[in-house]
């Protein structure tokens, strides 16, 4: 197979990656519903109504960072930001995201390919050694 091929067989890939990738991203999008939240209560803030996580409440913050300290606090932030990632809605912008930077990174790495050598004039090849 020669670079000109793979290259156009790994775009044509791109292609595929890309458009599988964002159509199921978008019936994601619409058939996924909003995960509900584990609300302790709600806070109301110039009229606009704000759940409450027990994971958001100053007693729960105290007491993850009195059993880890402040590493804790940020593994646990990041534990939970990184699982949202993949529950309702937030996995459709999850595989959107996914499918792009894949394709991008296909695309980047077919039009890095070289171009292929030009074919040797001649049949007969030189014979090597010393001489």
């Not at 775009?11 to 584990?38: K, N, W, Y």
């Not at 996580?53 to 100053?58: E, I, L, Y």
């Not at 949202?84 to 937030?90: A, I, N, T, V, Y």
Request: proline fraction near 6%; charged fraction near 20%.
């Amino acid at each position: 197979m020669t670079n000109a091929q793979l290259k156009k067989r790994l775009q044509r890939s791109c292609l595929a990656i890309l458009l599988v990738g964002l159509c199921s991203a978008m019936l994601i999008h619409l058939f996924a519903e909003d995960t509900p939240d584990d609300s302790l209560g709600y806070v109301i803030v110039n009229g606009t109504v704000y759940p409450l996580s027990t994971r958001d409440s100053k007693t729960y913050r105290r007491e993850v960072q009195r059993f880890g300290g402040k590493a804790a606090l940020v593994f646990d932030d990041f534990n939970r930001w990184f699982g949202d990632l993949w529950q309702g809605k937030k996995l459709a912008r999850t595989v959107a995201w996914i499918s792009a930077l894949l394709a991008l990174g296909i695309y980047v790495f077919a039009n890095s390919l070289p171009p292929d050598a030009p074919p040797e004039r001649g049949g007969a090849r030189e014979p090597e050694g010393p001489g």
